[in-house]
């Protein structure tokens, strides 16, 4: 077996002196090593041709590609492979054309200054991403540690205290590792200093009285969404989400997606969970998109368009929602996407839709049915319930022995 050609070496701020011999030796006979200004600096006089990262960045992947076979070296902070430059070449790189030798983390290190497990901490990374990512980790009592830049932790210190955790400690460790280690402190409430670029902020999170706690499982409030009465309710909600089946990676399909509360509350459920919500109305994208900030999914992906012509585009989904415009065509595309072990779940309220839905079960089978919700309410002086408007519900996977773009 030959050696791998590309090598990502992770530095810390102690730069070459801190590297073991073999991630010496390599650095010693590559010929070309990439970087940022600041790992250049770090790595001093080199034989190797030296090459800081190009604006975009994917034309230096590129050119890394085109150096196949030569030995070239990528210089990194810390652990390339943990929201580092390493994961992106291994999206890219043939897994026994490169090696990765890491240095401690960022998340080790300033876990190791705060005294935390590492195990029972959320880490992400706000480089270059929407700082409400934060909010889907808010919890009372929660740890995290966060990948920040220097204007940063006012963002988050305000974000802190208007979701009414403004009471909770933030801590800026600069220069983790190195003679310019510092640590500032404060309560977000009350954040006003500056900070070094480079830094990894730890928040110790105390939620306050008005501290709005949202759980992870699905069925919000139904005031957790701005919406114009066209959603689906929190109980339907949460069992339409039980029968997609949210899963670490996996992609939704929330066709006719209106305010998003289906779609954002998936994304919520699991781990790197993603979306894609399809809806033909400008009003309801700006809706959908504004539940995505508040409620901690900015990566929500947005379309305009309707079903089934604008699905063509789109990645094979592993889940699909159909809460509006069902058609035999909507449904027919849909699940010919759908990978091998999807599911897709497709809900009715009128007497129109409800007969597709029954045609389509004769059809193809799957479980059907009817989901009735009534909600306590006064009588004139005394309580009574009030039924909402029952939902007709279809769900059918897709097994795994059964090819895609097939229909049973």
Known sequence: MTAPWLTVIGLGEDGIDGLPAAARGILRDAEIVYGGKRHLELAGALNAETRPWPSPLDAGLEEIARLRSRPVVVLATGDPMWFGIGATLARRIPADEIRVLPAPSAFQLAAARMGWPLADVETLSLHGRPAERLKLALAPGARILALTVADSPRTVAALLT?????????????????????????????????????????IDCVAGPDAVVLPRVPGLPDAAFRHDGKMTKREVRALTLARLAPLPDALLWDIGAGCGSVAIEWMRAAPRA????????????ALMAENALALGVPDL??????????????????????????????????????????????????????????????????????????RASAVGSLTGWRPAMPVTQWSLARTRTQPRNTLS
Not at 176 to 201: F, K, M, Q, S, Y
Not at 342 to 366: F, I, K, P, W
């Open 162 to 202: 208007q979701a009414g955790y403004g009471e909770s400690r933030m801590v800026a460790l600069e220069h983790l590792g190195g003679p310019d280690e510092r640590r500032v402190e404060d309560i977000a409430r009350d954040w006003n200093a500056d900070v070094a670029t480079l830094h990894t902020l730890a």
């Open 301 to 374: 992906d947005i379309r305009k368009g309707e079903a089934p012509g604008a699905l063509g585009s789109l990645a094979a989904p592993d889940a699909v929602f159909i809460g509006g415009g069902l058609s035999q065509g909507v449904f027919e595309a849909s699940f010919a996407a759908l990978k091998p072990g999807g599911r897709l779940v497709a809900n009715a309220v009128t007497l129109e839709s409800e007969a597709v839905l029954l045609a389509l079960h004769a059809r193809h089978g799957g479980d059907l049915v009817r989901l009735a919700v009534s």
């Open 274 to 285: 993603l979306a894609i919500a399809l809806e033909p109305r400008a009003d309801r994208r």
